[in-house]
C-alpha cells in the first residue's frame, strides 16, 4: 500500500473517531499545528524520518511536542508510532484537514510559492479556486524556494504547477529526449 493511501485511511479514521467524540474541530487545529510544525522543523522531520532513533524516544518527543494535544490527536500518535508509521504523520495530518474541510463544505487549497503570497494575491486565487470548486476554499500558503518562482496549487486530489521548477524540468526534458 503506497504512504498516500495509508495516510488517507489514518486520517479517516481519526475523523470518524473526532465526530463520534464531537471533537473534530478540536483535532483539526492540533492536524494544522502539527502540519505547521513539521514542515517548519527539518530537525523533527529528519527526526521521525530515521531508523537509527528508537520509537520510544520519537513517542516522547512527540507528546512533547504536542503535549497542549487533545487525546484523539495523543492516540494516533501513539498508533502511528505503534505502526512504525510516524513518519507520516505530517501527511496524515493534512489528509484530515482535507477531509473534515470537505465535510463541512469547505476546500483546503494548498499554495506552495516561492515568496509569501501577498493580501491581493490569496483573494485572487481564493477566488478563482471557489469558482472551480463551487465550496468555500481556505488558503494554506507554504514557502518552498526550490520552486524558484511561480506556484503549485493543490485542491484535494487536483494538483495545477505552475512553478519555474516545473517548466526548467520539463525543458530539460525535451531536449534529452531530441537528442
Known sequence: ????????????????????KKAADAVEKDMRTISATIFESND???????PVVKSEVKKN?????????????????????GNK??????????????????LKGEDV???????PLTADLE??????????????????????ESIIGGFVLRVG???YDASIANKLNSLKREF???L
Open 157 to 159: 486530489d487536483l494538483q
Open 85 to 102: 508509521r510516524v513518519a507520516m504523520l505530517q501527511e496524515v495530518a493534512v489528509k484530515y484537514i482535507i477531509l473534515h474541510e470537505k
Open 1 to 20: 500500500m503506497n504512504q498516500n493511501r495509508a495516510a488517507i485511511r489514518y486520517a479517516k479514521a481519526t475523523l470518524d473517531f473526532a465526530i463520534e
Open 109 to 115: 487549497a494548498f499554495v506552495t510559492t516561492a515568496v
Open 176 to 178: 534529452t529526449n531530441s
Open 61 to 81: 518527543a512527540l507528546l512533547e511536542i504536542f503535549k497542549d494535544a487533545s487525546e484523539i490527536t495523543k492516540g494516533l500518535i501513539g498508533t502511528l508510532i
Open 123 to 144: 483573494k485572487k486565487v481564493l477566488a478563482e479556486v471557489s469558482k472551480i470548486t463551487g465550496n468555500k476554499v481556505t488558503i494554506e500558503n507554504k514557502i518552498d
Open 44 to 50: 523533527l522531520k529528519k527526526l521521525l524520518d530515521s
